[in-house]
């Protein structure tokens, strides 16, 4: 049974679903599920989608991160498909360090790939569980946030209270 819920969060409403173990398949900073669902890969949504009160660690993850524990998401296991170069970015996002925001070409690099920055862009727009993998830690490299699926303001904010809490 895939489950979704949204949490209230300083930030605005946050969904997140997940698969019958509680990993999530996608998430971001929306009330609604036909917000997500078109980003996760078709091969994992087979099953029944039904919401939740509660999703358990996932929701404790969310909460404690917006009340200031940036490492609470950390251990939250993610499922994304797509080509061997995202899936290997999707991971190394998840190594990105809270408060200090790397450029796209930075995190080309840092996949192994250094010349491939619309590679690595491509990883951060396409990433269907944006908080558990944190795109939103990729900037631009004069320093300006870009582009958001949930909102260059909502990425500010989230660039914000991770550097107030670090």
């Not at 971001?28 to 036909?34: E, I, L, P, Q, V």
Request: hydrophobic share 40%; with cysteine; aromatic share 10%.
């Amino acid at each position: 049974m895939i489950k979704w819920s949204t949490v209230e969060t300083p930030a605005g409403p946050f969904c997140a679903v997940v698969d019958a173990d509680g990993v999530v398949l996608a998430s971001g900073w929306t009330a609604f599920t036909d917000d997500l669902l078109p980003q996760v890969a078709p091969s994992l949504m087979f099953e029944e989608l039904v919401q939740a009160d509660d999703l358990g660690p996932v929701t404790k993850a969310i909460t404690a991160y917006h009340e200031g524990d940036l490492e609470a998401v950390d251990d939250i296991p993610v499922h994304q498909e797509s080509g061997p170069y995202l899936q290997h970015a999707w991971k190394v996002l998840r190594t990105v360090p809270a408060g200090k925001p790397f450029s796209y070409s930075e995190f080309a690099g840092l996949t192994g790939k250094p010349r491939a920055v619309r590679a690595a862009a491509t990883a951060c727009s396409r990433n269907a569980a944006a908080l558990f993998v944190p795109c939103h830690r990729i900037v631009r490299s004069d320093g300006s946030v870009g582009e958001f699926r949930w909102g260059s303001d909502k990425k500010r904010w989230l660039l914000a209270h991770e550097r107030q809490n670090t």
